[in-house]
Structures are given as structure tokens and as C-alpha cells.
């Protein structure tokens, strides 16, 4: 089964770094999602990217954050400068279409520790 | 806005055990209705949906029924295993904005031989 891939799995950076997360969505599918899981508490939308620019994008997504889709396949999420609180596990996720029929997959996450 | 609500974790159940997880949603419109799964160590798959009221979803055994009248989406699965250990999401995707899926805060669930 076709499958998001997301890189690396575990980061460790010092706060006030700059991060990149990377992931790999499912290649025919046309809607992307970073979200986040801080540790013990709800999985929380980040952004969503269609057609090359960002759809829609939470409050916690702030100048701090941005994404890009710099080729065919890849689907980035850089946090310029890490705070404490950005330690937390981040999902990439892709949709095929945008209806109440299509699921978006979710990737395993990458753990990202600022410390 | 929108939002899940889930019992509060975590459960322990023995093997064969008859398992609910309950959830309620807050939605102003028609939202799709889904059960998310992490397994330890894993990343979040989709267990089961429901997109419009009385649809039952199911999978590996699991269900959960579409209720409008009382907003509820209610995970059963007649017979747990030790595989099944993990943490259960409930979650909406807004009708308005498929984009955003909503999430609960997840309920962990242990089963023991």
C-alpha cells in the first residue's frame, strides 16, 4: 500500500536553530498537511498546501514556519529559529482530492526535541 | 469552533473483552467522522470512517455508527486482543473545509493475556 514517508524519524536541535523536517507524500496525490502532536496532548493541524500555496493554516503556524514543495515529490517543513516549545512529534500527511470521500494518509512522524 | 471530545484514558482490558470508546463531536454543519489508530512506536493510520449519519463504519473488527441525534461516534470492538493495544483517535473533517481533520485527544488502550 502506497505510503507517506517521512525524514529523519528522531532530530535533536538546539533552540534557536533552524529545522527542517522532510516528507515524502503518496506520488498521485494533490493535498498536503503538516501537523503536530506535542507530547501527551491532541494532534493539532499546522497547515495545508495545495496547488504550490499554502490553503490554510492554524494560528501555531506562525512567521516561524514554512513549507515548501521545492520538487515533484517532496513536501518540507522548516521552523526558522526553534523554541523549547516546537519539541513535539510533526505529521506529514496528503490527500488525493478534496471530498468527504478521500482520506488523507498520515506519515509516521518525526520527532523533533529542542533543546 | 468545531471539536471531539473522548472518554478519558487510559483502559486496560483483558483479552476478549468487549471494548467502547466513546466520543462525542461539536460540529455546525456535516462534518465526516473517522477513528484514528497509533500503535506504539507508529504513526497515525485511519481505522474506520463515516461520512454522512447512520453509516456504520468497520475494520479489523472494530465499528463506530454515525449518530446525528446525539453527536456520537462511539468505538466498539466485540472482543479485544494484545494487539490491539494503542492509542485510539476520534476525529471530524469539517464540511466546509475538507482540509483541517479534527482531532480528540486520543484514548491509550492496553489489553492484557
Known amino acids: 500500500e502506497p505510503e507517506v514517508t517521512q525524514t529523519p524519524s528522531h532530530q535533536v536541535t538546539q533552540m534557536g536553530q533552524e529545522v527542517i523536517l522532510r516528507c515524502v507524500p503518496i506520488?498521485?496525490?494533490?493535498?498536503f498537511y503538516w501537523y503536530r502532536q506535542i507530547l501527551g496532548q491532541k494532534v493539532e493541524f499546522l497547515v495545508s498546501?495545495?496547488?504550490?500555496?499554502?490553503?490554510?493554516k492554524s494560528e501555531i503556524f506562525d512567521d516561524q514556519f514554512s513549507v515548501e514543495r521545492p520538487d515533484g515529490s517532496n513536501f518540507t517543513l522548516k521552523i526558522r529559529s526553534t523554541k523549547l516549545e516546537d519539541s513535539a512529534m510533526y505529521f506529514c500527511?496528503?490527500?488525493?482530492?478534496?471530498?468527504?470521500?478521500?482520506?488523507?494518509?498520515f506519515g509516521e512522524g518525526s520527532w523533533l526535541t529542542v533543546v | 469552533g468545531d471539536s471531539v471530545t473522548q472518554m478519558e484514558g487510559p483502559v486496560t482490558l483483558s483479552e476478549e473483552a468487549f471494548l467502547t470508546i466513546n466520543c462525542t463531536y461539536t460540529?455546525?454543519?456535516?462534518?465526516?467522522l473517522f477513528w484514528y489508530v497509533q500503535y506504539p512506536g507508529e504513526g497515525l493510520q485511519l481505522l474506520l470512517k463515516?461520512?454522512?449519519?447512520?453509516d456504520k463504519g468497520s475494520n479489523k473488527g472494530f465499528e463506530a455508527t454515525y449518530r446525528k441525534e446525539t453527536t456520537s461516534f462511539h468505538l466498539e470492538k466485540g472482543s479485544v486482543q494484545v494487539s490491539d493495544s494503542a492509542v485510539y483517535f476520534c476525529?471530524?473533517?469539517?464540511?466546509?473545509?475538507?482540509?483541517?481533520?479534527?482531532f480528540g485527544p486520543g484514548t491509550s488502550l492496553s489489553v492484557i493475556p
Open positions: 498546501f495545495y496547488n504550490n500555496e499554502i490553503s490554510e
Open positions: 476525529a471530524l473533517s469539517e464540511d466546509t473545509s475538507y482540509d483541517k481533520v479534527i
Open positions: 500527511a496528503s490527500r488525493l482530492g478534496q471530498d468527504s470521500g478521500n482520506t488523507i494518509y
Open positions: 506520488s498521485n496525490h494533490l493535498y
Open positions: 460540529a455546525t454543519g456535516y462534518p465526516s
Open positions: 463515516a461520512t454522512k449519519a447512520d
